[in-house]
């Protein structure tokens, strides 16, 4: 992957990862809008598109709000999104691996944002004598401080994983022996048992939700008969 393409993704990894939870979570972040992203910036936006979907299948059971811990989606759908893209349409095992080095990329930073509110933390702490005076520049200096981290944060992992999983899937690629066929049905049997356990877990507690679930379900199915 040459740096004329990385410089985009990076700057895009870093974009996304800031959507997540920072700014301004207008939910481009999510895997089937970022990975989209990430093939167009490669060329190739309806590989960015297939890797989205699926990992969408696993994100849905992602609910990015309070405290709690979580993969960070949108800068690993970038990587997801760029590592398919980069390889030939149709390429045995391109799918399965794209998906692994996201899943591997969102797991990373996930710990990663833990890690920065951490930081935060500190530096809220170190702020507090001012923030509790009224002190608006302190304000200020803390939330584009966290900001500009955040993006930082976002660009780094999403650079990381580029620069080690290219060269891992390329060579991998080079000793796959599954067809295409199989390695991309066993990938989307897999994660379509994740999508359904996580809609199973979205839904069951709600009567309502369940048959607007069905309702919707049903309607998708219908436009794809008729199509």
Same mark, same amino acid.
């Given at each position: 992957?040459?740096?004329?393409?990385?410089?985009?993704?990076?700057?895009?990894?870093?974009?996304?990862?800031?959507?997540?939870?920072?700014?301004?979570?207008?939910?481009?972040?999510?895997?089937?809008?970022?990975?989209?992203?990430?093939?167009?910036?490669?060329? /190739?936006?309806?590989?960015?598109?297939?890797?989205?979907?699926? +990992?969408?299948? #696993? %994100? @849905? &059971?992602? =609910?990015?709000? !309070? $405290?709690?811990?979580?993969?960070?989606?949108?800068?690993?759908?970038?990587?997801?999104?760029?590592?398919?893209?980069?390889?030939?349409?149709?390429?045995?095992?391109?799918?399965?691996?794209?998906?692994?080095?996201?899943?591997?990329?969102?797991?990373?930073?996930?710990?990663?944002?833990?890690?920065?509110?951490?930081?935060?933390?500190?530096?809220?702490?170190?702020?507090?004598?001012?923030?509790? /005076?009224?002190?608006?520049?302190?304000?200020?200096?803390?939330? +584009?401080?966290? #900001? %500009? @981290? &955040?993006? =930082?944060?976002? !660009? $780094?992992?999403?650079?990381?994983?580029?620069?080690?999983?290219?060269?891992?899937?390329?060579?991998?690629?080079?000793?796959?022996?599954?067809?295409?066929?199989?390695?991309?049905?066993?990938?989307?049997?897999?994660?379509?048992?994740?999508?359904?356990?996580?809609?199973?877990?979205?839904?069951?507690?709600?009567?309502?939700?369940?048959?607007?679930?069905?309702?919707?379900?049903?309607?998708?199915?219908?436009?794809?008969?008729?199509?």
């Amino acid at each position: 992957m040459s740096l004329e393409t990385l410089l985009p993704l990076v700057l895009l990894g870093a974009l996304l990862g800031l959507d997540v939870v920072s700014f301004p979570q207008a939910m481009v972040s999510r895997p089937i809008a970022a990975a989209t992203l990430a093939g167009l910036v490669m060329g /190739a936006p309806a590989s960015g598109l297939m890797v989205g979907a699926a +990992l969408e299948l #696993i %994100a @849905l &059971d992602t =609910l990015p709000f !309070g $405290a709690s811990r979580y993969p960070e989606w949108g800068s690993a759908a970038v990587v997801g999104g760029a590592l398919f893209a980069n390889q030939p349409t149709g390429r045995a095992g391109a799918m399965t691996l794209a998906v692994l080095g996201s899943l591997a990329t969102a797991w990373i930073g996930g710990g990663s944002m833990v890690a920065l509110r951490r930081v935060n933390a500190r530096r809220a702490r170190a702020a507090r004598e001012r923030v509790d /005076a009224g002190s608006w520049p302190a304000v200020r200096q803390l939330m +584009l401080g966290g #900001i %500009a @981290l &955040d993006l =930082l944060r976002g !660009g $780094a992992i999403t650079a990381a994983a580029l620069l080690l999983f290219v060269p891992i899937m390329q060579a991998t690629l080079g000793s796959w022996t599954l067809a295409p066929d199989v390695s991309r049905a066993a990938a989307v049997t897999m994660l379509a048992s994740v999508a359904v356990a996580a809609c199973w877990n979205l839904f069951h507690p709600s009567h309502t939700a369940k048959w607007l679930f069905a309702g919707g379900l049903a309607a998708g199915l219908l436009l794809l008969v008729l199509r």
